[in-house]
T-cell receptor, first 112, second 110 residues
Framework: DVKVTQSSRYLVKRTGEKVFLECVQD?????MFWYRQDPGLGLRLIYF???????EKGDIPEGYSVSREKKERFSLILESASTNQTSMYLC???????????FGSGTQLSVL | DAKTTQPPSMDCAEGRAANLPCNHS???????VYWYRQIHSQGPQYIIH???NNETNEMASLIITEDRKSSTLILPHATLRDTAVYYC???????????FGAGTRLFVKA
């Protein structure tokens, strides 16, 4: 089975800090995604990547950046964390475009 | 990507079949119907998908109407562990943006 691993299950950061969320997949998938999930708003796509060093904005990219230097790793970066970025962050990967997504367990980020 | 409409919540007795409906009346010919579920505090998990034929796997069955405007996910013998939020999504094979709606919260009761 595909394994998508997120580096932290829970994270607490202070306003203004730079935050790195790491995601690693072990099945050589081309595509990787970052979503955030908030009560009442469902899952919203932040960024996705379809190849190494390639990235595309999702629906809510403001305040975030991403890095994909290696195929298996996709990082989400909060340059200056704010309280409204407190959320559950979910990483996913897929083999081909439009095919099923495999999700990690999520990182619950709290920004104080 | 086509939008979907699902009931916000449903109940099901343990051991009975759970039938979860989804409306996707604006689906286009190259869009697939996917179902995922999310158990509390975990990432969504893929269940099944289909284009126009009915599909079955070890987890569930997917029934798609002939006009493809709606579908039903069937969990044949629901257990307490099937309590989760179930998402119905349509996506075309060239699409990156898998859009998750609010889903249906299924409560399986003993």
């Amino acid at each position: 089975d595909v394994k998508v691993t997120q580096s932290s299950r829970y994270l607490v950061k202070r306003t203004g800090e730079k935050v790195f969320l790491e995601c690693v997949q072990d099945m050589d998938h081309e595509n990787m995604f970052w979503y955030r999930q908030d009560p009442g708003l469902g899952l919203r796509l932040i960024y996705f990547s379809y190849d190494v060093k390639m990235k595309e904005k999702g629906d809510i990219p403001e305040g975030y950046s991403v890095s994909r230097e290696k195929k298996e790793r996709f990082s989400l970066i909060l340059e200056s964390a704010s309280t409204n970025q407190t959320s559950m962050y979910l990483c996913a990967s897929s083999d081909r475009v439009g095919e099923k997504l495999f999700f990690g367990s999520g990182t619950q980020l709290s920004v104080l | 990507d086509a939008k979907t409409t699902q009931p916000p919540s449903m109940d099901c007795a343990e051991g009975r079949a759970a039938n979860l409906p989804c409306n996707h009346s604006t689906i286009s010919g190259n869009e697939y119907v996917y179902w995922y579920r999310q158990i509390h505090s975990q990432g969504p998990q893929y269940i099944i998908h289909g284009l126009k034929n009915n599909e079955t796997n070890e987890m569930a069955s997917l029934i798609i109407t002939e006009d493809r405007k709606s579908s039903t996910l069937i969990l044949p013998h629901a257990t307490l562990r099937d309590t989760a939020v179930y998402y119905c999504i349509v996506i075309y094979t060239g699409g990156f943006k898998t859009i998750f709606g609010a889903g249906t919260r299924l409560f399986v009761k003993a």
